[in-house]
T-cell receptor, first 116, second 114 residues
Framework: DSGVTQTPKHLITATGQRVTLRCSPR?????VYWYQQSLDQGLQFLIQ???????AKGNILERFSAQQFPDLHSELNLSSLELGDSALYFC???????????????FGQGTRLTVV | AQSVSQHNHHVILSEAASLELGCNYS??????LFWYVQYPGQHLQLLLK??????LVKGIKGFEAEFIKSKFSFNLRKPSVQWSDTAEYFC????????????FGKGTKLSVKP
């Protein structure tokens, strides 16, 4: 158990819908990262929050957004869903928010999103 | 842009065979390097990491990796694989001084035949 909790584990929804994925980081970790894992794209970095503020953006679509709350949990919102958004969405957390020491990331179990 | 290349998409070995998985990264500055493993249906787990110091790092489950700066490489090795090593292996890098997000390679699927 990595200490990173993601809910729900599985989600099936229809095209055009909106869903929210939730992540609770390890105790003491200030950074939360969201990744999308699909067969064709591999593991793609979406977005990072550090202590409540957006820190870095990767290949995140405009239909997607995220936030980190004062208790440090994070939510990833996916809207106007398309079939191609079906993927495994991982949340990871780390102590720091920079590329220095202690930036190893611990991953949650992921949320498998299926858009039908 | 920073990128990570893993040369082998799928490697099939028999038990007790030796393993070497290649990983090259494109960034020339100071980097932190990682290997993660993903067992079927599971989340990513850290196998080993390199931040600085001895370029030969040892990780869990008998894995090790060698950082060769001149070759921008961080290859993963294990002298004798077991059936339980069947998994997907990901090399990742983050850049010192960056925001810390990991850039991953496409992964190498390892199948070990009993």
């Amino acid at each position: 158990d990595s200490g990173v909790t993601q809910t729900p584990k599985h989600l099936i929804t229809a095209t055009g819908q909106r869903v929210t994925l939730r992540c609770s980081p390890r105790s003491g970790d200030l950074s939360v990262y969201w990744y999308q894992q699909s067969l064709d794209q591999g593991l793609q970095f979406l977005i990072q929050y550090y202590n409540g503020e957006e820190r870095a953006k990767g290949n995140i679509l405009e239909r997607f957004s995220a936030q980190q709350f004062p208790d440090l949990h994070s939510e990833l919102n996916l809207s106007s869903l398309e079939l191609g958004d079906s993927a495994l969405y991982f949340c990871a957390s780390s102590v720091g928010g920079t590329g220095g020491m202690n930036t190893e990331a611990f991953f949650g179990q992921g949320t498998r999103l299926t858009v039908v | 842009a920073q990128s990570v290349s893993q040369h082998n998409h799928h490697v099939i070995l028999s038990e007790a065979a030796s393993l070497e998985l290649g990983c090259n990264y494109s960034y020339g500055g100071t980097v932190n390097l990682f290997w993660y493993v993903q067992y079927p249906g599971q989340h990513l787990q850290l196998l080993l990491k390199y931040f600085s110091g001895d370029p030969l790092v040892k990780g869990i489950k008998g894995f090790e990796a060698e950082f060769i700066k001149s070759k921008f490489s961080f290859n993963l090795r294990k002298p004798s694989v077991q059936w339980s090593d069947t998994a997907e292996y990901f090399c990742a890098v983050n850049r010192r001084g960056s925001q810390g997000n990991l850039i991953f390679g496409k992964g190498t699927k390892l199948s070990v035949k009993p």
